[in-house]
């Protein structure tokens, strides 16, 4: 998980963005970026596989919601900061980590896979409360985000599978 804390910023209440140091160093060195997308794909495998564990046994005492609570955190400062990212200006236009995931298609693969990891969360660890408010935490990041990022969640068939699941649990009390 220090890949985590090497590719983001956490600063509490600021917009999620690309660490200016990556940026940089992305642009000076374009090879770097073929270096950073296979980190934060192992770190999204790492997450799936888990998931997938959950939905085969979610009473496995071998998985922790401690361990999806770095996922969470993770994919709440990446995805806002990396998926169609802010305006760095006229000189960072040319820069792979600026464009990674900044098509249509690679945007709505990250957005849906963050909805859908929520969702399983959200299905399979209802009591977790630190899993729950991170899951949250991270679709609101997202939501925040506006324009483009809103239509991929919109788009995405999970957040119509989360949203059918909220209408049928809505009443029911633990």
């Known amino acids: 998980m220090y890949v985590a804390q090497l590719l983001t910023d956490d600063n509490e209440g600021e917009s999620p963005a690309i660490p200016d140091a990556v940026v940089m160093a992305c642009q000076e060195d374009e090879s770097l970026t073929s270096s950073i997308v296979p980190a934060v794909q192992a770190l999204v495998q790492l997450a799936d596989t888990q998931v997938h564990k959950i939905a085969e046994n979610p009473s496995n005492v071998r998985l922790s919601p401690l361990f999806a609570k770095p996922f969470l955190w993770f994919l709440n400062r990446l995805a806002p900061a ?4 802010v305006d760095y200006g006229a000189s ?14 690679k945007a709505q693969q990250v957005i849906s896979f963050c909805i859908s990891l929520c969702m399983y969360y959200q299905c399979y660890w209802p009591h977790e409360r630190q899993v729950q408010e991170s899951a949250g935490v991270l679709l609101l990041s997202l939501a925040k985000r506006g324009g483009e990022i809103r239509s991929a969640m919109v788009s995405s068939p999970a957040i119509h599978q989360m949203v059918r699941f909220h209408c049928l649990t809505a009443g029911i009390r633990h």
């Open 82 to 85: 990396y998926v169609y990212p």
């Open 92 to 105: 960072t236009t040319t820069n792979p980590i600026i464009k990674e995931w900044s098509t249509p298609e």
